[in-house]
């Protein structure tokens, strides 16, 4: 599989934004695809997981109920949309593949990450 995130930008706090995760050469093994971000100097942190199978959507315990995934219809691009944005959300946002979803808002047996795109809030 493939995967190519896109839409981040230069935005102010309370604003919104939705980053694509454009999908290509999908195989029996791409089932889940999560979002993340990396904050400069820490490491990759799960938002949560959206199932190509069924569109079912698991969030991680620590992601906020501002961030919502989803996919359209043909699932050739997973959304992240996040509103009310604030300071703490600037990272660099990568989707990634697995095989399924867990519980926990994570991809299970991870194999494919795509670029980041970069989100910048100004204050």
């Known amino acids: 599989v493939q995967l190519q995130a896109s839409g981040g930008g230069l935005v102010q706090v309370g604003s919104s934004l939705r980053l694509s995760c454009r999908l290509s050469?999908?195989?029996?093994?791409?089932?889940?695809i999560g979002w993340f971000h990396q904050v400069p100097g820490e490491g990759r942190e799960a938002l949560g997981c959206?199932?190509?199978?069924?569109?079912?959507?698991y969030y991680v315990d620590s992601a906020n109920s501002r961030f919502t995934i989803s996919t359209d219809i043909r699932k050739t691009t997973v959304y992240l949309q996040m509103n009310n944005l604030k300071t703490e959300d600037a990272a660099v946002y990568h989707c990634?593949?697995?095989?399924?979803?867990?519980?926990?808002?994570?991809?299970?047996?991870?194999?494919?990450w795509g670029p980041g795109t970069q989100v910048t809030v100004s204050s």
């Open positions: 050469e999908l195989s029996t093994d791409d089932y889940a």
């Open positions: 959206i199932s190509l199978l069924d569109g079912s959507t």
């Open positions: 990634a593949a697995g095989t399924f979803c867990s519980s926990l808002g994570t991809p299970t047996a991870l194999h494919s």
